[in-house]
């Protein structure tokens, strides 16, 4: 029975002394601590300026899938911008059969505001046109530049109406950080068969083109945004698939939204995710 008191007395002690504990008195500038976000890294968006008419254009993709093997698809995201003189648009018929092209108007207008004189050429989140050979330079550079803000997609798509909705959320990395500039969508489509010239001079009937620039979303240059820091920001869009016959069909499960946020100093963040989860 002693020691059972012994015990007791000491549990009651020990509760005694997290109470008081428990109960101190917080200054009124500790109650509320900042906690900064998890880190998260950079990824890196290629504008390729490309056409099926381009000889030399494959390299470019070749090059692209090779940095996508060396940094991760959610490192690199490529957007294939079909434009220039090098570009087709709408459907072709030859001796070699039907093909869709896929030059826009969207793609451009990029292409004659960017200047772009030679395809392949390339922009590393907007930092200045260069080469394909140029391009791991430009990755490493700005992949040494601290990330300021973080972004993530929410897509919900109803078949029956081809309609998509598309939830993006910003979040400020650095509480001492603010980023203003503009927060840009686009739609790009993956596994697109049609023709493309190659380096030797023959042309591949069933060539696959793959991040093929589609349309904008939320305008040719983007919305504004402003992302405090340590602070969310959310912006909700909608936007109607169109329906054409083939082989100009836009396959929902292969189309997936790439959303960056860029000002002055080029491409801040980018992000990248399917319509319909597979």
């Known amino acids: 029975m002693t020691s059972f008191r012994k015990i007791y007395r000491l549990f009651a002690a020990a509760l005694t002394l997290f109470a008081v504990v428990s109960c101190e008195s917080i200054d009124e500038e500790n109650r509320y601590v900042y906690v900064k976000p998890a880190s998260v890294g950079r990824a890196i968006l290629i504008e390729d300026y490309t056409g099926q008419n381009c000889l030399n254009c494959p390299n470019a993709t070749d090059e692209i899938e090779r940095l996508v093997a060396i940094y991760g698809d959610s490192v690199i995201i490529p957007v294939g911008i079909h434009s220039g003189g090098f570009g087709v648009s709408g459907v072709v018929s030859n001796q070699l059969g039907t093909f869709a092209g896929y030059k826009t108007d969207l793609g451009q207008r ?31 550079s700005e992949l040494q530049k601290p990330v300021q803000l973080s972004l993530s997609l929410s897509n919900q798509y109803d078949a029956a109406t081809r309609q998509l909705t598309v939830k993006v959320s910003a979040l400020g990395q650095d ?19 049609s023709f493309q010239r190659l380096p030797d001079g023959s042309v591949n009937t069933t060539y696959t083109h793959n991040h093929v620039l589609r349309d904008a979303i939320n305008g040719d240059w983007g919305t504004d945004i402003t ?3 340590g602070q969310m920001s959310e912006q909700t ?3 109607t698939l169109p329906t054409y016959e083939a082989p100009q069909n836009w396959t929902p499960e292969h189309i997936s939204v790439v959303a960056f946020v860029y000002n002055d100093n080029g491409v801040q963040q980018v992000t990248k995710k399917k319509i319909i989860n597979q």
């Open 227 to 229: 992302v405090a820091g």
């Open 175 to 193: 509480q001492s950080v603010s980023v203003t500039g503009k927060l840009q969508l686009w739609l790009v489509e993956d596994s697109l068969v």
């Open 237 to 239: 869009f909608t936007y």
């Open 110 to 140: 990029y292409y004659e505001h960017f200047g772009v004189e030679s395809q392949p050429s390339g922009v590393v989140d907007r930092q200045g046109i260069s080469e394909y050979a140029q391009w791991n330079n430009y990755i490493h």
